[in-house]
């Protein structure tokens, strides 16, 4: 007992020293900045509808007047198939006609979880029957495969969103059905490649990364955690390159990109249900700024930003365009 007394100590000493020295390096400042980096949007019909929005329409000024040209963009699995084996493509027809139109480019997300809560959009004739839940999907992600496959507006598909994470309303995670998944979409469709995403902060991707063609992390800086309220996660840009460092050595990946950067408020409720004054304490013009500076000392090469709809929705419903003038500059740089 005298010798654990005095070891349990000790350890516990260097295990906070590591913690500490950790977190400075983490946050020792960086002067490299990428301004070269590309930047991109994610655009969900779906949110865009439950903010009581007309979809096309920001999708449409999403286009011209923000003049995004790289978007990322969800199928919706029980929208798209609310009767087993009867497809309505519609939607996801036009948004990539329009894309195209416009010489943009796309990232499909496809698969059972993607972005938007409840995350997982599973038919509700599949609630109640795993086994035949994994076939039908294996079949709807053919289905998806083949009709696009040689479109060239998309550029990657991306299998599922945060697989390893559990956040959302989804059924456990089977890693091995999570292969068969990309397995199949690898087979069908072998020009594009794949995307597999991760969380930034609490993840170490590896997972993701040795699955992917193209790893995709997501980058939130302000969140609120109940019994905590908001919390910024204290990290600097070195932390994300050190991750990469790490995938590089271990999962053999070195193509990564930003596939979310914050670009909305992290609250307790709803988003568009609070306050305005609740909603720009973690997201306004200035942290969007900072957020955006921020992904540039990352330095990954492409970076897509999270919250477009709730832009729009401040600009036309709340008289708040300063998110989105903010964001429009940012994607005429060079222009």
């Given at each position: ?228 309220g908001y919390f910024d996660y204290p990290i600097g840009p070195r932390f994300f390159q050190f991750k990469y460092f790490l995938n590089k050595k271990i999962a053999k990946q ?82």
């Amino acid at each position: 007992m005298k010798i654990i007394k005095k070891i349990v100590p000790r350890i516990l000493l260097v295990f906070l020293i590591a913690i500490v020295a950790l977190l400075i390096f983490f946050n020792w400042p960086t002067k490299r900045e990428n301004e070269n980096v590309k930047f991109g949007i994610t655009f969900s019909a779906r949110y865009a509808n439950d903010i009581h929005l007309d979809w096309k329409k920001v999708y449409l000024v999403i286009l011209d007047d923000l003049g995004a040209k790289k978007i990322r963009l969800p199928i919706y699995w029980d929208l798209t198939e609310k009767t087993s084996g009867e497809y309505d493509f519609s939607d996801i027809d036009w948004q990539l006609d329009e894309a195209q139109k416009r010489n943009a480019e796309v990232i499909l997300v496809i698969g059972q979880k993607v972005p938007r809560w409840p995350e997982c959009a599973i038919p509700l004739w599949l609630k109640d029957d795993d086994e035949k839940r994994k076939e039908s999907l294996l079949k709807f992600l053919g289905v998806i495969v083949e009709r696009y496959k040689d479109n060239e507006t998309i550029k990657y598909w991306q299998v599922e969103n945060e697989p390893f994470l559990p956040f959302g309303i989804c059924p456990d995670l089977d890693v091995d059905f999570l292969d068969k998944e990309i397995a199949k979409v690898r087979s069908i469709d072998q020009s594009k490649k794949i995307i597999i995403t991760d969380s930034g902060e609490l993840s170490l991707w590896v997972r993701a990364a040795k699955r992917a063609d193209v790893f995709g992390t997501t980058m939130y800086r302000t969140i609120w955690k109940k019994g905590l309220g908001y919390f910024d996660y204290p990290i600097g840009p070195r932390f994300f390159q050190f991750k990469y460092f790490l995938n590089k050595k271990i999962a053999k990946q070195d193509k990564i990109m930003v596939i979310e950067l914050q670009g909305e408020p992290w609250i307790s409720g709803y988003t568009t249900s609070e306050p305005l004054s609740e909603q720009f304490k973690s997201m306004n013009a200035e942290k969007l700024k900072d957020n955006v500076a921020f992904a540039r000392r990352v330095g990954f090469p492409e970076v897509y930003l999270w919250g477009v709809e709730w832009w729009y929705w401040l600009k036309m419903e709340q008289g708040h365009s300063e998110l989105w003038e903010e964001a429009k500059s940012l994607f005429n740089e060079g222009k």
